[in-house]
């Protein structure tokens, strides 16, 4: 079985890295977890994102309980493939905070490029993902999507997706992919 997951919001905790980011830099930030991306209302959305991505962040993001476990497991079984809504030039960040992962391959590839990779090229049996627009998008094309209900912008997304609270389910929703 071919898999291929989302990364951030998915396996790594990118939300949780940008608030530590903007208490670290003294950036005033209110997180609204009802709505999906948290780079929004800033004067300028690019430059902060910038400032994220140019620094360590990107490395150290922490990994959703179970996630690092239950991904190399599968990886173990079937194809594993990463792609990220990261741009080409953050690959080396991503590289080195997911070097724990066996997966086959990574690609960052920009918000733009994502849906058209995943669905023409990559062709996967399964996909995880948690952004509402994509999970829709994934399911009108054919894919088998499953998502973490664990947040509050994936609420309504199971009339489109499988959802799953931890990553401990998510080998048993595979069992009905296949």
């Known amino acids: 079985m071919k898999i ?3 990364v951030d919001g998915v396996i790594l905790d990118y939300i949780l890295g940008f608030i530590e ?13 009802e709505l999906w991306g948290v780079i929004r209302n800033f004067p300028d959305n690019f430059e902060v994102r ?3 991505h140019a620094g360590d962040s990107l490395r150290n993001l922490k990994y959703f309980d179970g996630s690092l476990e239950i991904l190399n497991l599968l990886a173990s079984r ?4 990463l792609v990220t809504a990261l741009e080409p030039e953050q690959t080396q960040k991503r590289v080195e ?8 391959t990574l690609q960052c ?9 995943i669905v023409k090229e990559i062709q996967p ?8 627009e994509l999970i829709e998008s994934f399911c009108n094309a054919g894919l088998y999507v499953i998502y973490p209900d664990w947040h509050p912008y ?3 997304m199971d009339r489109y997706a499988t959802p799953f609270s931890h990553w401990q389910e998510v080998p048993d929703l595979l069992k009905k992919a296949s």
């Open 50 to 52: 910038n400032r994220f």
């Open 125 to 132: 049996d399964v996909m995880i993902e948690d952004s509402p």
């Open 78 to 81: 079937h194809e594993l493939h």
């Open 154 to 156: 994936t609420k309504g």
């Open 109 to 117: 590839v920009g918000h733009l490029r994502k849906e058209q990779i």
């Open 21 to 33: 980011f903007t208490q670290k830099e003294k950036i005033p930030y209110s997180h609204n977890p």
């Open 97 to 104: 905070n997911l070097e724990s992962v066996n997966y086959k």
């Open 4 to 6: 291929c997951s989302d």
